[in-house]
């Protein structure tokens, strides 16, 4: 039988989460189900203005995080959380490339404090746990999740030139 994409990560994310002492089943049950979500690339940008176009940047995130506080509470949440889990998607899958820009550690910060944001807005305290150590250990996860991607889930050098989109997975 063929593992579904989140059991695939699930083993790599467990063993690599482990060695940086980060196991915590529900983290490691977290970041798979995330990965799994954003290798559909249409679940990277699912929010919308109110032009109907995608929110795609963290200022337009943080601007439709700030028009929705203390009006729609959900919303806000959505918005926040998917701040949260973009910034880490980024800053482990696209690591090398934020930091030879230099927003390395702007997206670093940017998810610790969204991760904190989504743990005080969670009203189920399991969850909350969950998003609060996801802020805390913000950056060993992104560095457990980029070394789980160079040392686990290498992609063999001729995939690159045949699929030019892979080669971004490796920069």
């Known amino acids: ?9 699930h083993r790599h994310v467990q063993y690599g989460l482990r060695r940086a002492g980060l ?8 970041v798979s ?5 954003f290798a559909h690339t249409d679940a990277l940008y699912p929010l ?25 509470r959900a919303r806000e949440m959505v918005i926040v959380r998917h701040l949260a889990e973009y910034t880490l998607f980024m800053s482990s ?7 030879s820009r230099g927003q390395l550690a702007y997206y ?16 189920n305290s399991g969850r909350a746990r969950v998003y609060w150590r996801l802020g805390h250990d913000f950056a060993r996860v992104a560095q457990a999740v980029d070394d789980i991607r160079h040392h686990q889930l290498l ?10 989109l892979a080669a ?4």
């Open 1 to 9: 039988m063929t593992p579904t994409l989140y059991q695939f990560f």
């Open 108 to 123: 670093t910060d940017q998810g610790r404090s969204a991760f904190g944001q989504t743990a005080d807005l969670e009203k």
């Open 33 to 37: 189900d995330l990965l799994a979500r």
């Open 48 to 72: 919308n203005d109110q032009g109907r176009r995608p929110l795609t940047t963290i200022v337009q995130f943080r601007v439709a995080q700030q028009a929705a506080q203390d009006m729609d």
């Open 168 to 171: 971004l997975w490796r920069r």
């Open 93 to 99: 899958v696209f690591r090398e490339r934020l930091r």
């Open 23 to 30: 196991g915590e089943p529900e983290t490691v049950a977290y």
């Open 155 to 164: 992609l063999a050098a001729e995939t690159y030139a045949q699929r030019p």
